[in-house]
């Protein structure tokens, strides 16, 4: 290793939506964190690591920045507020088609020691330079960012240069991870992510945000991995839909999230779905628990 290896940690705040999973997804140039058009689709912190032959990033991705409704909600907005202390730096992502400067999110930033970035996503959807201008100047009047980086994390559009940036933010120290190492996640939590995440693709409304999936057993059967998997929703309504006309929802979703783990994880699964409901799950800290949603503190 070298001596003047770097290492740190550095947090992607922002609000629902914006684009933090995909920007991490792209910084780590594979599918770790899973990403979707509804907003609130992370719901606990991931880890993504970057190793070079000079440094090791550590980024934490946090569930969106939001008015919590749920129990659930107020656990997402803890575990985000959380990972902006004691951070080499903070990435604060907003998306460049929601225009100026907010208030209240940028009050999270008050009292902080760490180096805040703005930075600015899907430019590709902007036609113009000088609204992403304007938008600069709206945010640079409210907090006194580090520095500002308009990006589009879907076209891997100037990422570099905030890796650049963010290199110099690193003190001199030793790895915390393997370099072999790309998240903390485990193959269940992956394998669940999936399978929500296409959830997330084929349901509407209430349906998303009432979704939890829970990996039951694993089997390894000659040399395909058999995979039980329960998809909990809070009502029986929410159930209908998601089992679909004839099962054909719940056929679709299982395709596509076998597919997907095959590819992520290098393997042959077979996954076998079940939707069950449990009233209220959303407000209930026993189920929060096992269901894998705690604040990690
Ligand atoms: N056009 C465009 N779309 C993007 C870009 N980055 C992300 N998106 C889309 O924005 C949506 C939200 O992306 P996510 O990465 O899930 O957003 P997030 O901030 O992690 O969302 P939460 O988990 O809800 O906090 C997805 O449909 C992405 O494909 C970008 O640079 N350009």
Known sequence: MKTNFRSGFISIVGRPNVGKSTLLNAIIG????????????????ILGIKTTEDYQMVFVDTPGIHKPKHELGRLLDQ?????????????????????????????????????VYLVINKVDLLKSKIQIDKIIISYMNVYPFAGFFPISAKDHTNIDHLIEELVGRLPVGYPLFESSEITD?????????????????????EVPHAV??????????????EVHATIVVERNTQKQILIGKGGDMLKQIGTEARKEINKILNTRIHLIL????????????????????DNHD
């Not at 599918?31 to 992370?42: E, L, M, R, V």
């Not at 996640?185 to 349901?203: A, C, G, N, P, W």
């Open 30 to 45: 594979q599918k770790i964190a899973i990403t979707s058009p509804k907003p609130q689709t992370t719901r606990n912190r």
């Open 79 to 115: 575990t985000a507020q959380s990972s902006i202390e004691g951070m080499d730096a903070v990435l604060f992502m907003v998306d460049a088609e929601k225009g100026l400067a907010e208030d209240h999110v940028i009050k999270l930033f008050q009292g902080i020691s760490s180096p």
């Open 185 to 205: 996640q485990s193959d269940f939590q992956l394998m669940s992510e999936i399978i929500r995440e296409k959830v997330l693709y084929h349901t509407q409304e």
């Open 212 to 225: 939890a999936v829970v990996i039951e057993h694993t089997e390894m059967i000659e040399d395909v991995y």
């Open 274 to 293: 079940w939707v069950k409901v449990k009233k209220d799950w959303r407000n209930r800290p026993s189920d929060l628990k096992s269901f894998g949603y």
